[in-house]
């Protein structure tokens, strides 16, 4: 059974730094390209960026908002991946989830998210 | 304000069907078979429903059913049943640049 399980939520001053982290089992991780989603209070889902498996050159791709803040990473060796974001401001609250690519450009499976708070 | 536009609700009686719109441009949905739909009750992981417009993944009912026509594409639940009543979201591959939109989800309502 696929799970993936996120963690380092909580809250978090402007300005302030987290990491999360994703716990993967039940597939091949070192083989999948991750993501990462956020849900802010009320609204819909946002793409926030993802990561290739190092076979496809583990580059990655960040949406606008985050980009040159957020850091996807992935240790294969632990099955973990990672979202470091800096330079937090309230607009980045929201609810976290990883997902994992299916064969295209879908999430095939998705945790239950960890909620990061932005707030002074 | 989402990519996708998704009607903010939707409902229907138990056995009903109801389809649920998702509407971008040529740049996402029009442009690439790469719309996908996600369950989500609160609380929990979301689901995938339908993937690359209308394929349907291992253990999913066929009440489901995905299809698309130019910009616009479509979730049809049919014979409604208690536990469909979720929160629906579409996706769309956008090109490289922004590879993933989202529609602003629609609140699936069983009466």
């Known amino acids: 059974e696929v799970q993936l399980v996120e963690s380092g939520g909580g809250l978090v001053k402007p300005g302030g730094s987290l990491r999360l982290s994703c716990a993967a089992s039940?597939?091949?991780?070192?083989?999948?390209?991750m993501s990462w989603i956020r849900q802010a209070p009320g609204k819909g889902l946002e793409w926030v960026g993802r990561i290739r498996s190092k076979g496809h050159g583990g580059t990655t791709d960040y949406a606008a908002p985050v980009k040159g803040r957020f850091t996807i990473s992935r240790d294969d060796s632990k099955n973990t991946l990672y979202l470091q974001m800096n330079s937090l401001n309230a607009e980045d609250t929201a609810v976290y989830y990883c997902?994992?690519?299916?064969?295209?450009?879908?999430?095939?499976?998705w945790g239950q998210g960890t909620l990061v708070t932005v707030s002074s | 304000q989402s990519a996708l536009t998704q009607p903010p609700s939707a409902s229907g009686s138990p056995g009903q069907s109801v389809t649920i719109s998702c509407t971008g441009t040529?740049?996402?949905?029009?442009?690439?078979?790469?719309v996908s739909w996600y369950q989500h009750h609160p609380g929990k992981a979301p689901k995938l429903m339908i993937y690359?417009?209308?394929k349907r993944p291992s253990g999913v009912p066929d009440r489901f059913s995905g299809s698309k026509s130019g910009n616009t594409a479509s979730l049809t639940v049919s014979g409604l049943q208690a536990e469909d009543e979720a929160h629906y979201y579409c996706?769309?591959?956008?090109?490289?640049?922004?590879?993933?939109?989202f529609g602003g989800g629609t609140k699936l309502t069983v009466l």
């Open positions: 997902a994992h690519y299916g064969d295209a450009e879908y999430f095939q499976h």
């Open positions: 996706s769309s591959y956008a090109g490289s640049n922004n590879p993933v939109v």
């Open positions: 040529s740049s996402d949905v029009g442009g690439y078979n790469y």
């Open positions: 039940g597939f091949t991780f070192s083989n999948a390209w």
């Open positions: 690359e417009v209308s």
